[in-house]
């Protein structure tokens, strides 16, 4: 067969379809696989993957629509399968699929805004449930187009070079930070679109825990976050007023990823950071507001989810529409009064582990 993964919706979700691939040519060894992505950062990932034979990167988002018509008709007519990577629940996601041509066009039946959205216009589905992490999603749409229960899913695949490792030793070597330091890595972003901003734990809360762990343990801080947040984590280390507190630049995902790496624990939210910590099997602790966590646990990692689990939670699913709430009392209470001690304890925990 000859396959089309449509890998589009960003990094977090595109590394959460690297398990079904896994699965997808355990089962299929002599298929071909190709794969279509509108970020830098899944193609740096979708590039190293085996089971991945080309990678076509558009920028559908700054590109004209004439432009991107061109690209997504030239791949007409050339796959027998096309996959919508879950989630992927928006009308140009699954136009997209429909466009390709393909005779088998995958992907799920969304509980909310699916009709919409141009869900039918897929013709190999599965119903979106709740209750599982996207990973057991994805791996439920192979097991759809295979005609096939998959059991055994793998954990997620990231593959880092020698040259990224060694940027990693060099630039620890270059602050004085000995092997054995204890290195505790921040996210303190998440994706902009669709107001998810407001999914963000404060960062004078991220300050106040940096401060404590450095007092604490006499490690460091490394505060990631992609050159569009460099402003969010200077605020961080400003805020922190330590030697130890470091605002991490890298030139690209895989470089961010083989610092990462190097770190005891991680401290993010809901983001794509969070699923590459996963990757690299680190402690995690998550902190989670609005989202469902059956979706976006940390993946086969030690983890210990923050959140206050309110009444109201969760509030955001999988559809175009823009993150709001319907509280009348504080808006976004589930991540604005979620409060320092119930990360560092958790925090604590995992390092002390």
């Known amino acids: 067969m000859k396959i089309l993964i449509n890998a589009l919706s960003g990094i977090g979700d595109a590394l959460m379809f690297t398990p079904a691939l896994v699965k997808l040519k355990e089962e299929l060894p002599n298929s071909k696989i190709d794969a279509i992505v509108m970020f830098h950062g899944v193609k740096d990932i979708y590039e190293r993957l085996d089971e991945v034979d ?21 791949l007409r007519g050339k796959y027998d399968a096309s996959i919508n990577v879950y989630p992927s629940n928006r009308k140009e996601y699954n136009l997209i699929n429909f ?9 799920v039946r969304y509980l909310r805004k699916d009709f919409v959205n141009l869900g039918f216009l897929n013709n190999v589905t599965i119903r979106e449930n709740d209750l ?4 057991e999603e994805n791996v439920k749409l192979i097991s759809k187009l295979l005609n096939k229960e998959l059991r055994n899913i793998p954990p997620y695949t990231l593959n880092l070079d020698k040259k990224e490792l060694e940027f990693a030793e060099n630039f620890l070597n270059s602050l004085g930070i000995r092997e054995q330091s204890i290195l505790i890595g921040f996210h303190a972003g998440c994706s902009p679109l669709k107001n998810h901003t407001k999914r963000r734990w404060e960062p004078e809360k991220f300050a106040e ?4 762990l450095i007092r604490k343990y006499k490690g460091y801080i490394l505060v990631f976050g992609g050159a569009e947040e460099n402003d969010l984590k200077q605020k961080i280390v400003d805020a922190i007023n330590s ?15 083989a610092l990462m790496k190097r770190c005891s624990v991680f401290v993010s939210n809901d983001s794509s950071l969070m699923h590459i910590a996963a990757a690299l099997k680190l402690k995690t602790a998550a902190i989670i507001g609005p989202t469902n966590i059956n979706y976006i646990y940390p993946w086969q990692t ?3 989810i923050i959140s206050l689990q309110l009444d109201c939670s969760p509030c955001f699913y999988y559809s175009p529409k823009p993150l709001t709430c319907t509280r009348k009392d504080v808006k976004f209470k589930c991540i604005k009064e979620l409060g320092v001690d119930l990360v ?5 925990s995992l390092i002390e582990k």
């Open 209 to 212: 825990l940096g401060t404590e």
């Open 54 to 74: 080309n990678v076509y990167y558009h920028d559908f988002i700054n590109s004209s629509k004439i432009s991107s018509l061109k690209f997504v008709l030239n």
């Open 302 to 304: 030690e983890h210990k």
């Open 243 to 257: 030697k130890n507190a470091v605002n991490v630049k890298a030139k690209n995902l895989l470089e961010t990823a």
């Open 132 to 135: 599982l992490h996207n990973v």
């Open 99 to 107: 466009l390709i041509g393909s005779k088998k066009r995958v992907g």
């Open 344 to 348: 560092l304890e958790a925090v604590v």
